[in-house]
């Protein structure tokens, strides 16, 4: 599995900024797939997951209600819509993929949960 992700920059407090995530190598019909974040001098956290088949989505409190998660399974490729953002949100983020796993209430969260990596993209939040 590789992965791809896009779509970084520099936003005003306040603004919108949607990344994208492109995989490629394998299917993903039982996978999770998700966002993670690691800002200057912090551990990576989780911010946002989403189940492949069922596009359940879950969440980080800190980005519930801010930032939605999608995928189009025709491009094989996920998204992460993120408004009303804030400097804290400041951060490489990084997109990620489980191996398969079919149980639809498996919701991880936790990096090493997380098998395939792809390279981070910079948001820069101005205050």
């Known amino acids: 599995v590789q992965l791809q992700a896009s779509g970084g920059g520099l936003v005003q407090a306040g603004g919108s900024l949607r990344l994208s995530c492109a995989a490629s190598g394998s299917t993903f019909s039982t996978n999770v797939m998700g966002w993670f974040r690691q800002a200057p001098g912090k551990e990576r956290e989780f911010v946002a997951g989403?189940?492949?088949?069922?596009?359940?989505?879950y969440y980080a409190d800190s980005v519930k209600g801010r930032f939605t998660i999608s995928r189009d399974n025709a491009k094989n490729t996920m998204y992460l819509q993120m408004s009303t953002l804030k400097p804290e949100d400041t951060a490489v983020y990084y997109c990620?993929?489980?191996?398969?796993?079919?149980?639809?209430?498996?919701?991880?969260?936790?990096?090493?949960?997380?098998?395939?990596w792809g390279q981070g993209t910079l948001v820069t939040v101005s205050s």
């Open positions: 989403i189940r492949w088949n069922s596009e359940y989505q």
């Open positions: 990620a993929a489980t191996a398969p796993r079919p149980a639809e209430l498996d919701l991880p969260r936790w990096k090493n949960e997380f098998a395939y």
